[in-house]
């Protein structure tokens, strides 16, 4: 077990992918602090202060989904399982831990990245302030949404298989359809992965979930895509 999860690990940091990703979460992660906390004007409470500190859930997701199905794509899956002598859902199983590994880095330096663009930005707005408490909890859920979003996009990745679909139908989901969900229904938006990823990170505020709850609705639906895809890999061929 040990030898796969380093096959698995050494595999994942040798990717060029991993490192295109931790620029450009490390960007975006600049790019929002600065729209936010200087581009949108003065921010007057905590939850219009938060949004300038987010991780961008929605990139790690795609990290694990383009990751994960990028093995069945380069024909890598298949050798892995029977290299290893183990069964298929549980080379996978590793491979969705090493994710969730890479998942934990990326979120610390995008939050890394965030809190040190949107601390002077927005350290001198009027209002209330945001306090160490605060600043730790959003950090601490800042991580727990990068995890998560990671997770649950490796588990996409591995029921999907294709990586171009995958992402497009996680942009559409996230960009078209979850706001028009919100438009008509803004309390079972949120109770989608998205949302609840969104109200996690501190992106959406003035919402009935709280930051534990929307936690919960990640991890609930994370775990559920995981045995999916676990159940999916050892029913069908990996070639």
Not at 168 to 184: N, Q
Request: proline share 3%.
């Amino acid at each position: 077990m040990i030898g796969i999860l380093r096959g698995e690990l050494g595999k994942t940091l040798s990717t060029r992918t991993l490192y295109a990703f931790v620029l450009i979460s490390a960007g975006f992660g600049a790019l929002n602090a600065v729209v936010i906390g200087a581009a949108s004007g003065e921010l007057d409470t905590i939850g219009e202060k938060k949004e300038a500190f987010t991780c961008l859930p929605v990139l790690l997701l795609v990290w694990g989904l383009v990751g994960v199905a990028g093995e069945y794509r380069h024909r890598t899956a298949a050798p892995a399982a029977l290299a290893s002598g183990r069964s298929r859902e549980t080379v996978l199983g590793l491979r969705i831990l090493v994710y969730t590994a890479t998942g934990l880095a990326l979120g610390a330096i995008t939050s890394t990245v965030s809190f040190a663009v949107a601390l002077p930005l927005v350290g001198d707005m009027p209002g209330e302030q945001l306090t160490r408490a605060d600043l730790g909890a959003l950090a601490v859920a800042n991580l727990a949404a990068s995890v998560l979003a990671t997770v649950l996009g490796a588990a996409l990745g591995a029921l999907i298989r294709n990586q171009v679909a995958g992402v497009v139908t996680a942009l559409v989901l996230d960009f078209a359809v979850v706001p028009l969900v919100g438009g008509a229904d803004e309390d079972l938006a949120n109770l989608t992965p998205f949302g609840a990823a969104s109200v996690l990170s501190g992106m959406t505020h003035h919402t009935t979930l709280t930051v534990p709850q929307a936690g919960s609705v990640l991890a609930a639906w994370t775990a559920a895509l995981v045995f999916a895809a676990l159940i999916v890999e050892r029913r069908r061929d990996l070639a």
